[in-house]
């Protein structure tokens, strides 16, 4: 699916920038949403109830994510990932770089089998980003989900911002910067080369785009200053230097949760970050272990009541 054509949406779509009304009632709506987000207790990770799913897509509906807590520990903590992506009606898994097979990825410190240090694998802070904004226009990750298997000794909360409420602050501010992201050239990942070998062209893209499927907003966002190019006019460098503020500053909708053993987030890959971490010392525990898988479709939403 190309981004190219047509990117700003039309109609009565709150994301158009014409759709005035459509857009003040959708804003009330996400903004009225509790800064609080309730834990949904589940069971069994690898074996959602009805009603598990159901408040874990309720979760999801309102704020692009949902945090939950199994009662239940896995062996095989892959297989019963898996089963909750599907059961959540994610299926296809993004094939990483560094995935293991099963298209779950463990995320701990470790050497990686390339010669570039990938910094979710140290125990360094990550800064603001989605999932996936280095990946060609069709392979967006649409969704993600981090289950934690331990903790760090130390460190390691993360923090989440729906990327709709970062929507919304940019356009409150300026319309125009909105209609810069939405560009198709705003944001451009350079290509990659390890070892004289190219393993990723050149990805530009928009920052924010609606899926012509159903509708949705996605963000394509990192806030790393090397290797991603904004493109080089007023609007669009002052707008990602809003959004560096933003992040700056901080805001209400901004969630930080350090997870415990057995806890996760299902996410409509929204804005995320991680603190940088210390590992416990030997067999003393304490090593941070967070799986996590990625989709390329979204979480469905939840039918209106
Ligand atoms: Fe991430």
Redesign the pocket.
Known sequence: MSHSADPLPQSASPFALDAADAYAGWRRRKLATAARLPVVEVDDVGRLSDSEREALLQQCGERNFALFRGRTGHVDVASALQAFGRRMGLLDLDQNLCAEDSGVTAITVKPTATDHTYI?YTSRP?GW???GYYNAGSHQVRA?LLYCAQPAAEGGANELLDHEIAYIRVRDQNPEWIRALMAPDAFTIPLNIEGGEQIRPDHGGPVFSVSPLDGSLHMRYSARQRNVVWKDDAATRDAAAFLLDLFKTGDDHIFRHRLQAGEGIVSNNVL?R?DGFRDGAGDAGGKRLIY?ARYYQRLPLPKET
């Open positions: 979710p990550l980003h989605t999932d993600w995320h991680r996590r």
